[in-house]
């Protein structure tokens, strides 16, 4: 599996609530992360993501692009959460491979905007 069929796997394995069937794929033991919500070990990241997707249980990720150069992935991906009333959310993941799994990652998020001007919107 390419780095890049493997970054889809995991992040489309987590967003439908296999989160640790994601981890225990994908993930190395000495992974890292620079979400600045949770501590930067691998556990901690786990377990936000389970939390989040018993919180939101019909949460959905449909990736847009998904770009590999050398061991990183960088994925742009439309996260709806399963309910209506709740903003889209435009997310970009860049994951850091070696041998095969992720060791590094980091996340950005920014809700779309209902009024916003930019008619190009985020996609």
């Given at each position: 599996m390419s780095n890049k069929e493997a970054a889809k796997s995991f992040l489309k394995l987590a967003a439908a609530g296999h989160v640790q069937e994601a981890y225990d794929k994908h993930?190395?033991?000495t992974f890292i992360h620079h979400n600045s919500?949770?501590?930067g070990d691998r556990q901690s990241l786990l377990t936000a993501m389970a939390d989040a997707s018993r919180q939101s249980p019909n949460k959905s990720l449909e990736?847009?692009?998904l770009f590999e150069e050398g061991e990183t992935v960088i994925a742009h991906s439309l996260v709806t959460r399963g309910d209506p009333a709740?903003?889209?959310i435009a997310v970009i993941h860049?994951?850091?491979f070696a041998?095969?799994?992720?060791v590094e990652l980091w996340d950005l998020?920014?809700?779309l905007a209902k009024d916003s001007p930019n008619e190009n919107g985020m996609f």
């Amino acid at each position: 599996m390419s780095n890049k069929e493997a970054a889809k796997s995991f992040l489309k394995l987590a967003a439908a609530g296999h989160v640790q069937e994601a981890y225990d794929k994908h993930v190395a033991s000495t992974f890292i992360h620079h979400n600045s919500h949770f501590a930067g070990d691998r556990q901690s990241l786990l377990t936000a993501m389970a939390d989040a997707s018993r919180q939101s249980p019909n949460k959905s990720l449909e990736i847009k692009q998904l770009f590999e150069e050398g061991e990183t992935v960088i994925a742009h991906s439309l996260v709806t959460r399963g309910d209506p009333a709740a903003p889209g959310i435009a997310v970009i993941h860049i994951l850091r491979f070696a041998n095969g799994q992720i060791v590094e990652l980091w996340d950005l998020a920014q809700p779309l905007a209902k009024d916003s001007p930019n008619e190009n919107g985020m996609f």
